[in-house]
């Protein structure tokens, strides 16, 4: 059996038991930052609150078909992603309601590979109507080419 202090004397390259400090110091210094780090349960707390104070948002490509959504959008739309992706945001999220002249804005913008802000009712998955503020933005690769959209959605009472 190997004692702690003949490990950390081997350790160091020392025979003196004295010399074992700096490693010692080192272990004490591991467990109080292990101690610092919160337990799992307190990190999945901290990254729920996180994810549920994010608002909504939707990525597309370049031609507008859905490429990314986050939690928040699932929430306020009622669709996953693996329903919603690769299709346009506007074939399952406009309706009756929806404002035409605000829709041309979103599509004038995203034909100009423009940012731009709407106002729109649009359409949950199971019916009802909310209203949100949508601000775009383009995405553009490091060349400068257009990849895609960013929308951020705001509800509005």
């Known amino acids: 059996m190997i004692s702690v202090s003949s490990f950390l ?3 160091s ?3 003196s038991p004295a010399s074992g400090h700096g490693l010692a110091r080192l272990a004490s210094d591991l467990r109080e930052h292990a101690a610092a780090v919160p337990p799992p349960a307190a990190l999945r707390s901290r990254v729920i609150e996180r ?3 994010e608002p909504p948002r939707v990525e597309t490509d370049a031609e507008g078909r859905i490429v990314a959504i986050n939690p928040a959008f699932t929430s306020l739309c009622g669709y996953s ?3 919603i992706r690769g299709k346009k945001p506007g074939s399952l999220l406009q309706g009756p309601e929806t404002d035409p002249a605000q829709v041309e804005v979103l599509r004038r913008a995203v034909r100009q590979g423009e940012a731009c802000v709407a106002r729109l009712v ?5 019916g009802s109507l909310y209203r949100v503020e949508i ?3 383009p995405i553009r690769d490091k060349a ?3 990849t895609g959209f960013r929308a951020v959605e705001r509800k509005l009472a």
């Not at 649009?122 to 199971?126: A, D, E, G, L, T």
């Open 81 to 83: 992603f693996p329903e």
């Open 144 to 146: 400068g080419a257009l």
């Open 13 to 15: 390259g020392s025979s």
């Open 135 to 137: 601000s775009v933005e």
């Open 9 to 11: 004397n081997e350790a």
């Open 51 to 53: 994810v549920d104070a």
């Open 122 to 126: 649009n359409y949950h998955k199971n």
